[in-house]
C-alpha cells in the first residue's frame, strides 16, 4: 500500500519569508513520481511540480524548489520569498508504476497562510 | 487552451436521491480520473477512464459509478445518496496512461455536492 503524510496541517507565515512543506512517502514501487498541487479557495488543484524516483536532481523553478531525498523518502516542497498569493493547501501526491495508471496518493495537505 | 470543466458547480440532493456529474477533459486528453475530497477522508481516487473503459477503481461502494464516452467526456453517478457522500468531486485528465506517468493530472474546479 502507498501513503503519503504530510505532518504540517497548517502554517502561518508573514509575507517575503520562506516556508518549506514537508513530505514523506511509503511505496513498494521501485519506479514511482511524486507531485505536489496546490489548491486555491476556487477548489481546483494547480500542478506545481513533479519528480520521478530514479532522478534525485533537486532543482528550482522561480521562487518554488524541491527537494528529494530517496534514503529518507522525503519531497519537501520550498517557496522562496512568499507572497499573500501564495496562500492555499498544498498537497503531495505518489502515484506508483505497477499498473496504477492514474491513481494518486494524496498526502493530507498543508494549509499555508501567507499575511501582510 | 481550454481547462478540465465540470458540470454543474454546485448541487444540492436529499438522502436516497441519486445524482450524475459531467466533466469534459482538455482536448486531446484520453484518460478520465475522479476523486472525492472530504475535511474527514482527504482526497480519495474514485476511478479511471481511458478509451470508454474503467481501468483502475478506489475503494468506494457500488452505488459510485462511471463511464467515458467516445469523445472522452466523463460522467459520474452516484444512487441511493447518503449524507456522507457531501463532498467535493474532482475530475482530472490527462495523455493516455502510456504517457502518463510522467505527466501530471489536470484538474478541474470540481462539483460541490451537498446531500441533507
Known amino acids: 500500500a502507498q501513503k503519503v503524510t504530510q505532518a504540517q496541517t497548517e502554517i502561518s507565515v508573514v509575507e517575503k519569508e520562506d516556508v518549506t512543506l514537508d513530505c514523506v512517502y511509503e511505496?513498494?514501487?521501485?519506479?514511482?513520481?511524486l507531485f505536489w498541487y496546490k489548491q486555491p479557495p476556487s477548489g481546483e488543484l494547480v500542478f506545481l511540480i513533479r519528480?520521478?524516483?530514479?532522478?534525485?536532481q533537486n532543482e528550482i523553478s522561480g521562487r518554488y524548489s524541491w527537494n528529494f531525498q530517496k534514503s529518507t523518502s522525503s519531497f519537501n516542497f520550498t517557496i522562496t520569498a512568499s507572497q499573500v498569493v501564495d496562500s492555499a493547501v498544498y498537497f503531495c501526491a505518489l502515484r506508483g508504476s505497477n499498473n496504477a495508471g492514474n491513481m494518486l496518493t494524496f498526502g493530507g495537505g498543508t494549509r499555508l497562510m501567507v499575511k501582510p | 487552451k481550454a481547462g478540465v470543466t465540470q458540470t454543474p458547480r454546485y448541487l444540492i440532493k436529499t438522502r436516497g436521491q441519486q445524482v450524475t456529474l459531467s466533466c469534459s477533459p482538455i482536448?486531446?486528453?484520453?484518460?478520465v480520473s475522479w476523486y472525492q475530497q472530504t475535511p474527514g477522508q482527504g482526497l480519495q481516487f474514485l476511478f479511471e477512464?481511458?478509451?470508454?473503459?474503467?481501468?483502475n477503481k478506489g475503494n468506494f461502494p457500488g452505488r459510485f459509478s462511471g463511464r467515458q464516452f467516445s469523445n472522452s467526456r466523463s460522467e459520474m453517478n452516484v444512487s441511493t445518496l447518503e449524507l456522507g457522500d457531501s463532498a467535493l468531486y474532482l475530475c482530472?485528465?490527462?495523455?493516455?496512461?502510456?504517457?502518463?506517468?510522467?505527466?501530471?493530472?489536470?484538474f478541474g474546479n470540481g462539483t460541490r455536492l451537498t446531500v441533507t
Open positions: 511505496t513498494r514501487d521501485t519506479t514511482y513520481y
Open positions: 482530472a485528465s490527462s495523455l493516455a496512461p502510456e504517457r502518463s506517468y510522467n505527466s501530471p493530472l489536470h
Open positions: 519528480r520521478n524516483s530514479f532522478d534525485e
Open positions: 482536448s486531446g486528453h484520453r484518460s
Open positions: 477512464y481511458f478509451s470508454e473503459t474503467q481501468r
